[in-house]
């Protein structure tokens, strides 16, 4: 079988094109789909981050109302506070004035808990009513106190209260800003009134205090808040920014306090809509070449919190399995493809066959057999084109028959004239005969003219009066006929003289009566005894004639030991008219054999072995005797 690459590039093409726009398709759906999931869970993250950045906000507010109204408020109400010395409660080796010792000593834990051990705050200050600072709290590396308390030396502009926060009316309220510090970077600076007096009834100044925007996100509290647990940096990123474009918190601690547009120049179409106040999210490419998204929301107090994820790996194994069925739809399609054109192949070697088959057919080899497998789709076509062989065949048989009937008659005219020459001829001889009879020598002429003539005429007669009597008349209704007298009295005309050369074995029953033309069965069990004794001719031979009857027919047999007849004789002209294998025959025995049994109802069957002998049997309806009319 033929293998045509162009069939199969083009079978390809119409296999693989599908499967690869779909597999695309897929791939893009599924991209889609990861991308709108995606920034689903970085819009969740990053809401939570917000949420729990300003939930700890405010638990740092309320601390600092709470160091307001509580440790600082009772340490201000302490009589005479100008006259101890405030940073004697912070120093071990002085001791305050006993009336103030638990007051200040309740001050001293609170702010040494809140900025040492909680490290909530960065520093703390105290303004009295006059603006004026009083004290500033900060961390120390002090072990023993953790803090360092001052009361002079301050930093101008290290830190100062919000104008505001002297205008506040309620002791509840604060007032809480972005401020950016040099030391610390971007704080939360918080304002708070203090009060003192029964019902907090006389202010005494302003708590200020600064909080670390990075503290809120890496305190262990914060940590262990839904959304703030430590994330790998290579895939997650957590990026804080204040109002100055300064990285407030940054996962990588490398990035922070440094301008955004220089640390994380691809982040900067990002920076913008945070400093603008705005809730997005948005693509960048990080150096390393992979494309991140990233979420934002606004936070209070003037900052923006963004969680970035590396896109890029994230999606990796979608992308993969994406690829992975567009190259398993190029495999499959592939593998269509290469069926279908085997499969084509195979058709086409059908039709090809076919198409020989059938022009062989066309010009005349009616002997040719297109053989197909039963699977075949095309097998309806070769059987019916079988079919039609056969009907041609059969049909062109049939044509050169009549075609042979038209010659035999042609050849009887001939005869006929031959036979009229011969009697004219006859005719002469006997008129002259009369006039010229005393002449010795015309007698002598005469003689010879007769002779000639009459053995013409037995020629004539020989080659036309077994053809003539068969082919002429019509045939008769099958009547009960007892088929043993009959073949009994052919047997003693035809073979008992030649006994003596051949074995004759008949096997007969006593009667045996069947539905036949009495005449004509006859003249066809002479005719086969006849072939079988002219079959054995030049050889002893035995000629066997059998009869007998079984499931309603009535049958005889005629077999020889004879020269047999070949297969494609048997096949092709055995009943043909003018088919002979004799030297002296016609060819019209065996067919008029045929067509006599034939009109009885019955059939004529042979079986032949070339070298072996040949037999003939003859089936016809069986029938009882005649009844005999009863006298009157």
């Not at 670390?212 to 990026?239: H, I, N, Y």
């Amino acid at each position: 079988m033929s293998f045509r690459p162009r069939l199969f590039l083009t079978f390809s093409f119409l296999c693989i094109t599908p499967l690869v726009i779909l597999s695309a398709i897929n791939f893009r759906n599924g991209l889609q789909n990861t991308q709108v999931l995606f920034r689903k869970q970085l819009d969740d993250e990053v809401a939570d981050k917000a949420r729990v950045f300003e939930t700890l906000l405010r638990e740092r507010e309320r601390e600092l109302q709470d160091l307001a109204s509580g440790p600082i408020r009772w340490y201000l109400q302490v009589e005479k506070i100008t006259e101890v010395d405030l940073s004697g409660f912070f120093d071990p080796a002085q001791t305050p004035p006993s009336r103030a010792n638990a007051v200040v000593g309740e001050a001293k834990l609170a702010l040494r808990e809140a900025l040492w051990e909680r490290k909530h705050f960065a520093r703390i200050a105290y303004f009295d009513p006059d603006k004026r600072q009083a004290f500033l709290v900060e961390p120390s590396a002090d072990e023993f106190t953790g803090i360092r308390f001052r009361t002079k030396d301050f930093l101008p502009e290290q830190i100062q209260p919000d104008d505001r926060a002297w205008s506040i009316a309620n002791a509840d309220f604060i007032l809480c800003s972005i401020v950016s510090q040099p030391s610390i970077g971007e704080v939360v600076r918080c304002s708070t009134p203090v009060y003192t007096g029964p019902e907090m009834a006389h202010r005494r100044g302003i708590l200020v205090a600064d909080i670390g925007v990075d503290s809120l996100f890496t305190e262990r509290k914060a940590r262990d808040a839904p959304g703030f647990v430590d994330q790998d940096q290579a895939s997650r990123v957590t990026v804080v920014l204040g109002p100055s474009g300064k990285i407030a918190y940054h996962t990588n601690a490398a990035y922070r306090q440094q301008p955004v547009s220089s640390a994380m120049p691809s982040f900067a179409r990002a920076a913008t809509s945070m400093r603008a106040g705005l809730t997005g999210s948005d693509f960048y490419i990080s150096a390393a070449g992979d494309e991140w998204l990233e979420s934002h929301v606004p936070l209070n107090p003037g900052l923006s919190i963004a969680v970035a994820r590396n896109y890029t790996a994230s999606t990796q194994s979608t992308r993969r399995t994406g690829w992975q069925g567009i190259a398993l739809s190029v495999v499959f399609g592939l593998a269509a493809a290469i069926l279908l054109t085997l499969l084509y192949e195979r058709k086409q070697q059908s039709l090809i066959r076919v198409t020989r088959g059938l022009a062989a057919m066309a010009g005349g080899e009616l002997d040719q057999r297109l053989l197909l497998p039963s699977s075949d789709d095309l097998r309806p076509i070769a059987d019916s084109a079988n079919m039609i062989s056969d009907q041609l065949r059969e049909q062109l048989a049939h044509e050169a028959e009549a075609h042979q009937f038209q010659s035999f008659i042609k050849l009887s005219a001939l005869l006929t004239h031959d036979l009229k020459n011969a009697i004219e001829a006859l005719s002469l001889t006997v008129s002259n005969m009369e006039r010229h009879f005393d002449n010795a020598e015309f007698r002598a002429d005469a003689m010879k003219s007769l002779t000639g003539a009459t053995d013409k005429l037995r020629a004539l007669v020989a080659r036309l009066s077994n053809p003539v009597n068969t082919l002429s008349g019509e045939f008769k209704m099958p009547r009960p006929t007892d088929l043993v007298p009959m073949i009994k009295r052919v047997l003693k005309h035809t073979a008992e003289p030649l006994s003596g050369i051949h074995e004759i074995d008949a096997r007969l029953p006593t009667t045996l009566f069947a539905l036949a033309d009495a005449e004509r069965i006859e003249k066809v069990i002479e005719n086969l005894v006849l072939n079988a004794i002219e079959a054995m001719e030049g050889r002893n031979g035995r000629l066997t004639i059998a009869a007998g009857e079984g499931e309603g027919k009535a049958f005889f047999t005629v077999t020889d030991t004879g020269s047999g007849m070949s297969p494609d004789f048997m096949q092709h002209q055995l009943f043909r008219p003018f088919a002979t294998t004799k030297a002296r025959g016609v060819g019209l025995g065996l067919y008029t054999c045929r067509e006599v049994v034939r009109a009885s109802g019955g059939t004529i069957e042979v079986n032949s072995v070339e070298g072996s002998g040949t037999t003939f049997r003859v089936v016809l309806a069986s029938a009882g005797p005649p009844r005999m009319k009863a006298e009157g």
